[in-house]
């Protein structure tokens, strides 16, 4: 039976760079994967056609979808919209629509990439860190919100973080799991010693040790982690955390490895259904310049791949293509130094496609 993809180019230099991936995704299907695909706007882009920035059309072609393939949305013309309409209601409404709670965010540096990095080489070579984050709880979408007027005419914004048992339990059990594919190390994240929510977060995460007794946890507060991720980042394996604190800690992370232009990201669900993306933003100031690079949207394919089309092959041929083309020398201006050659973004595709 053919695998279903939705493809959901976005906003800023979305466009462009999934048109890369969705050329290598022509290139599988060429060779005899049976996989079918279909566009649909999402973000402001889907606010332009259909003045909404998750519209139904949308949501049909995504909820009948295996899988997901997103560019980035966002965009200035879109920041004086009503809250609801903005382009990022549009991203939090399609993960929360199709249940992806649990985002994995690796950040590894490649060895030709080491100097790319603001630290210092010998602290960042051989980086490879994966970050577990919740994606559809927290301060993110709990109840109460909003900004609301005081008896004494004052304005008060509120948000609300808030986790349940089950919450935290479902993303537990992807990051014991994924520790168990790897080194076997879980830190996780928190700031118990103010937040109760955490202080829960921290119990059961302790608690399910016991089902998994080859992994080793470690806990540390969210102040400290950041800390520690760029004094000693190799100290970390898996990392688990919640909304707020992983989506920080994940931009974090992204640096060490040199630019947040190389790291892709999947968000699944329980059915291992799952949405790939980038884990950088729109990049409005460079979209449409064929600036943009694709490798962080060609390495989000791969994690489709691997993750919801079960091809880990497949995956691994996009990832050692990338590797090669690096290896050659390649780099597109965010990750350019002396004696590359620069590329663009289709450039960077032409030459992932050859190397494969
Ligand atoms: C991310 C982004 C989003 C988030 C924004 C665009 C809503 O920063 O995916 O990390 O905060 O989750
Ligand atoms: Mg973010």
């Known amino acids: 039976m053919s695998k279903h993809i939705a493809i959901l180019p976005g906003d800023g230099i979305g466009p462009e760079i999934v048109a890369q991936a969705v050329r290598i995704l ?71 629509d199709l249940n992806l709670f649990g985002n994995l965010r690796p950040a590894i540096l490649y060895p030709e990439l080491a100097n790319a990095s603001t630290l210092k080489p010998e602290v960042v070579s051989g980086l490879d860190i994966m970050i577990v984050r919740e994606l559809t709880g927290d301060i993110y979408f709990g109840e109460p919100r909003g900004i609301h007027t005081l008896a004494n005419g004052e304005r008060e914004g509120i948000n609300t973080m808030r986790y349940k048992e089950s919450e935290i339990r479902r993303i537990g059990k992807i990051a014991y799991e994924a520790a168990q594919k790897r080194n076997k190390k879980l830190c996780s994240v ?14 059961i995460m302790t608690e399910m040790n016991k089902d998994y007794p080859d992994v080793t946890l470690t806990h540390m507060y969210v102040d400290n982690a950041a800390m520690q991720l760029v004094k000693a980042p190799k100290q970390f394996d898996v990392m688990v955390t919640g909304n707020i604190f992983g989506d920080i800690l994940s931009d974090q992370a992204s640096m060490l490895s040199g630019s947040i232009g190389m790291l892709p990201s999947a968000s699944i669900n329980e059915t291992g259904k799952g949405m790939y993306e980038p884990s950088h933003g729109s990049a409005p100031d460079i979209a449409g310049q064929n600036l943009a690079n694709p490798l962080a949207t060609i390495l989000s394919l791969a994690m489709m791949l691997r993750y919801s089309l079960n091809n880990e092959q497949a995956a691994q041929h996009i990832e050692q293509a990338v590797g090669k083309v690096l290896a050659q020398g390649l780099r597109t201006q965010d990750i350019f130094e002396e004696g590359c050659q620069k590329v663009g973004c289709s450039q960077m595709g032409d030459a992932v496609l050859a190397a494969m």
Do not use: M
Not at 34 to 63: E, M, N, S, V, W
Not at 190 to 203: G, I, M, P, Q, S
């Open 190 to 203: 928190d700031k118990a010693n103010v937040l109760e929510t955490t202080e829960l977060w921290r119990e």
């Open 26 to 96: 022509d290139k599988f299907i060429a060779d005899g994967l049976d996989i079918k695909y279909q566009y649909a706007p999402l973000g402001g882009a889907a606010y332009d056609q259909y003045h909404h920035p998750y519209p139904p059309f949308t949501q049909k072609i995504c909820q009948q979808a295996d899988a997901i393939l997103l560019g980035a949305v966002g965009g200035p013309q879109y920041d004086k919209l009503e809250r609801s309409l903005r382009p990022e209601r549009g991203l939090l409404a399609i993960r929360k």
